[in-house]
């Protein structure tokens, strides 16, 4: 078994550009866009335990935010759980992390950010 600890560098640059993104578009007051520069870096991060449960606590944050019971319910056992399966290494791939998505369910990796995988030297997850 094969155990997860720290986002290769190559990798890290984007997952963080994902987060900046994020940020902006949430001090902007662009909420659609801010979600999805966190859906985008969940996809990023989430093999990664730090990083996948760092961006279920944005998402929690956002939830309240916006004050959807709904997120911060579906939120909740995501953080308390996202990490711990990204460090065992079974993670849904492709998961996006909102609670509009089964936690369980693999949903297919849209081509950008395919390639920042393939871009940082690491195979596309599957």
Same mark, same amino acid.
Request: proline fraction near 7%; charge should be positive.
């Given at each position: 078994?094969?155990f997860?600890?720290?986002? !290769?560098? &190559? ?8 987060? +900046? ?11 659609? +866009?801010?979600?999805?520069?966190l ?13 996948? &449960?760092?961006?279920?606590w944005?998402?929690? @944050?956002?939830?309240?935010k ?6 911060? @319910? ?27 998505? !089964? !936690? @369980?369910?693999s @949903? ?6 395919? +390639?920042?995988?393939?871009? &940082?030297?690491? &195979?596309?997850?599957s």
């Amino acid at each position: 078994m094969i155990f997860h600890t720290v986002m !290769p560098a &190559s990798l890290r640059p984007y997952f963080v550009t994902e987060l +900046d993104a994020y940020h902006k578009q949430y001090q902007a007051g662009h909420l659609e +866009d801010a979600w999805r520069h966190l859906e985008r870096a969940h996809v990023i991060g989430q093999a990664y335990p730090y990083a996948h &449960s760092l961006v279920h606590w944005k998402m929690l @944050l956002f939830g309240i935010k916006i004050k959807s019971a709904k997120e911060v @319910l579906g939120q909740i056992p995501r953080l308390l759980v996202g990490g711990v399966k990204s460090f065992v290494g079974k993670i849904p791939v492709g998961n996006t992390g909102g609670s509009n998505i !089964p !936690p @369980l369910r693999s @949903l297919p990796i849209e081509e950008e950010i395919q +390639d920042i995988f393939t871009q &940082s030297g690491l &195979s596309v997850p599957s």
